[in-house]
Structures are given as C-alpha cells and as structure tokens.
C-alpha cells in the first residue's frame, strides 16, 4: 500500500508566496521521478514541474522563475515553493510520483488527493 499526502494548501494575496509539500510512505523500495500537477476550474490537469531521482528539474513555462521544486529523497518528499503567485496560479495542487513498490517487479504511478491553492485579494 502506497499513499502520497499533499499538505500546505490555502489562501495567498497576488505576489505571494506559499509551499506545498507531499510526502509519500508505504511499502515503497524506490522513488523515480516525482512531479507537481494542477487542475484549474474549467481546464484538464497541467504538468507543473518534475524532479527526477538525482535533482534534475523541469517546469511548465507558466512557472518557470517563479516555482521550485525539491525533494528529500531520505524522507520521500517532495516540495513546491512558489512565489510571485498570480491568480491564474489558483488551482488543486496533486502531487505524483512514478516508484517501486517492495516485491512489485514494475514501476507504477500514484496521486496524492490534491491540496487546494486559492490566489486572491
């Protein structure tokens, strides 16, 4: 059983910052990449950022110089800084992360539930 557990969500001003974080546990042997989605109203879910095992990073353009991802790879966690928040950053935050389960041969995607981020004034 594996769960990842969004957390940090919550109501920011335009400009703000805020981090959200997820933390994965269970039976999990390995972690792989690891990655921020968001859905706003209306829109189908958006790739955000990446990090893959070593660090390397990747981000959308919407949010690149503004967000950063990270990850601890000894707590299986990975975080989200954003700054300079808009309110077109307004969306429910997932967290993803591509592992390997003990005694699972494959590699398999899971989600977090979502954390909600709310951008206004």
């Known amino acids: 059983q594996v769960q990842l557990v969004e957390s940090g969500g919550g109501l920011v001003q335009p400009g703000g910052s805020l981090r959200i974080s997820c933390a994965a546990s269970g039976d999990i042997l390995r972690i792989n990449d690891m990655a921020w989605y968001r859905q706003r109203p209306g829109k189908q879910r958006e790739l955000v950022a990446t990090?893959?095992?070593?660090?390397?990073?990747n981000y959308a353009d919407s949010v690149k110089g503004r967000f950063t991802i990270s990850r601890d790879n000894a707590k299986n966690t990975v975080h989200l800084q954003m700054s300079s928040l808009k309110p077109e950053d307004a969306a429910v935050y997932y967290c993803?992360?591509?592992?390997?389960?003990?005694?699972?041969?494959?590699?398999?995607?899971?989600w977090g539930q979502g954390t909600q981020v709310t951008v206004s004034s």
């Open positions: 990090i893959g095992s070593g660090g390397q990073t």
């Open positions: 993803n992360a591509a592992l390997l389960r003990i005694a699972v041969p494959f590699e398999h995607i899971y």
